[in-house]
């Protein structure tokens, strides 16, 4: 098991260095890049609307991957002192990977539970001591998932929870480990243009996450089209804010 895991963390670390080098040549030459797009753009509100896009991804971006980080740095450690106490091989190794995959949305703490599982079935004679290092992680990714991040994360950043799946399945896909680790950044960005693009209100609509309770069918069927929602503009011989005098 370890000589596995050992062997995709090869390919992972080549991958990893990879990005790191592009994001290096990417952040060195991010004034170039930026004053060639705003050159590009013909109209002066259109210039404007996509600096304050790209700064308001950057803030997003920035305080998503801190408040991340130091929770799945703890999700590591707790998870590496839980197979210290269950006495799995390799407890440094395990919530390096835990921390790791953490990044990953849905994908990631199912792959480590996964591992998990094969490394008890590999490691343990009995049953409970097989299901233990699986259990515990799932546990403190449970508490993790619906209580830590929605408390720290979910104050400044809502997204769909569908988007960031298809998002997670798209670029790792495309890209590996490494698309699955930067799936949710890109869509920060891409929520970020829409909310600056009229033409794509609809799918700024499905990207953004809704936690209020939708309503009902019956409901929707009762609203009137949009055009009859339009508000109408008061007559011209009434004054806004005054009641209209009818002649006596």
């Not at 991010?30 to 210039?47: F, K, N």
């Not at 740095?73 to 002192?81: P, Y």
């Not at 919530?95 to 590999?122: K, N, R, W």
Request: glycine share 8%.
């Amino acid at each position: 098991m370890t000589g596995t895991v050992l062997g995709h963390s090869v390919s992972f670390v080549v991958s990893a260095a990879a990005t790191v080098i592009l994001l290096y040549f990417l952040l060195a030459s991010e004034h170039w890049m930026l004053s060639r797009i705003v050159e590009a753009v013909p109209r002066r509100r259109a210039r404007a609307l996509m600096l304050s896009g790209v700064r308001a991804a950057q803030r997003q971006i920035g305080r998503y991957l801190f408040a991340l980080g130091c929770i799945n740095t703890v999700v590591g450690l707790l998870t590496g002192l839980s197979m210290w106490y269950l006495n799995l091989p390799n407890p440094l190794l395990w919530g390096v990977i835990a921390g790791v995959l953490s990044f990953v949305p849905y994908i990631g703490p199912l792959i480590m539970t996964g591992l998990l599982l094969m490394a008890g079935i590999s490691s343990f004679d009995s049953v409970p001591d097989m299901l233990a290092p699986a259990l515990v992680f799932m546990l403190i990714h449970t508490v993790e998932a619906n209580v830590v991040s929605p408390w720290i994360v979910g104050q400044r950043l809502s997204l769909s929870p569908i988007s960031v799946f298809l998002s997670v399945m798209f670029w790792g896909w495309l890209w590996g480990i490494v698309g699955a680790l930067i799936a949710v950044p890109v869509l920060i960005a891409l929520c970020n243009f829409t909310q600056r693009t009229r033409r794509f209100q609809l799918l700024r609509r499905f990207l953004e996450g809704n936690h209020t309770r939708p309503p009902s069918l019956r409901l929707l069927l009762r609203l009137p089209p949009p055009a009859a929602r339009v508000r109408r503009a008061p007559p011209k011989n009434v004054l806004p804010g005054r009641a209209r005098i009818e002649p006596s």
